[in-house]
């Protein structure tokens, strides 16, 4: 087993979900070579802290670091989480994620990102397959975030950004049993992204399945967002042309399970100034 | 409609999908609108196939969304795709379905699982308009479409409707993909929707 790990986070002064979520990923996998659990350094800022204790992330951390209590919980008031941070291992947990977003979400959504009352339910449908994707592929527990951002400076929009990462056996993990074959030696994290996210592959021999990431980026397309799946040592996407991030990544830090991000913009430009949570 | 054996029967989706989840989420009775996950549309399937066995040898469901508030994509796969795909035969289905209460938010998820099989349904859009979700011909859509009009054709008036034997051949395809009933005696063909009127 290996040394005790330090999160040193007291410098922290600004994170979104994936960084809250890849946090608990990395804390996860961490302390899987440890006899104790990494120790994780909150940040000396007051905002930030409370901003962490808002999406839950220190109930969501409990098990995976050991922390000190913060000693302020920052901010009340308004606030545009969409949704908190909320640990998923079973079906029972995509039902709840899905009743919890809904009245939030029709309420963000239309508010500060223009989008029509029946996007709502878009949105919890896409949530509920981003979910459902961490149990049936993953094969290990996950977490999902949403929020709603201000991106004046980045894009002079609203955006909310939603982050799914999971501690399992990553895309091409998923895919080999069903699919390496015909792929020879080109087989590898890239080919395996490009197999789910192209081709809508899957390790299931039902017609039916493999639909779900496919139409998650129809609906991204249509709201002209951008979605991003992380796995292994590649990155594939659906980008915008407003997003720069290149299409497909190889060669990147190995990662564990997988990563999905999705950033959605409003339609029209919102009346704040100033990138910031909300 | 007096050639089923029985008459049509109405089954809420949103009570079975309460029965399906309350032994786990009894407390909060607004979760049971949400069907989402595909263990839970298999559940709920397999619910709805169990009031079938009672139903008769050939049966006619409502199967009634109304009170359904969201669905995604891997339940509309189970519910409605593998429901309307294991009825399906060489020969005339044994049983028919009507999806009622399919409005615009669950629309996308049921047309796009119905496509994605080749499979088709017929649906009410909005209160008492139907439709037919799914892949389908012009001429199954046009054919319907008189048939819905319609309600009913005979066959002794089959040639005078659909003079064109690619629109009667049509009619048949309706009829082996579960979108219009035959009776076995008469060989009248009937709109569905008709067949559930007294259900609506």
Redesign the interface.
Known sequence: MGQRSLFDARHLRWVDPDGMVGLLVAGTIAGREQTHLPRLGLPESHDVTGYLARMGFFEAAHGIFEFDPPTRRGHGGRSDVLLEITSVAS??D??SV??RV?GQAGMILSSKLGYPA?AA??F??ML??LC?NI??HAGAPGWVAAQAYNWARRLGRYVVVISVMDVGRGFRGSLAGEHSARYGDRWGDTTALEAAFLHGLTRFPD???G??IQ?IRRQVRRWDGAITIRSGTARIGQVPEWDDTPPLVDGLAPLPGAQISIVLPAKAQGPETGDGHG | MRELPHGPISIDVSEVLGEV?GD??KS?T??YS?L?????GRAVRAAIEMQLIGAGSVSLSLIDFSEV??????CA??VV??LVQQYLDEEEPDAFFVFRGVH??HR??IE??LR??GLAAVVESHPGIFAVAGEHSDAEARVWTVLEERGTIGEEEMERILPDPADREALANLVLRGLAFRGPRSGRVTALSRLVHNLL
């Open positions: 079906n029972a995509v039902h899905v009743d809904q029946s339910v878009q919890s449908v509920s397959e459902q149990i049936e017609s039916g399945r639909q779900g139409q | 989840l786990v989420r909060v607004s979760l949400s989402v996950t595909r263990p839970t508030a969201i669905i995604d994509f891997s796969d189970e795709a593998k615009e938010p996308d998820q796009t699982v994605r099989q």
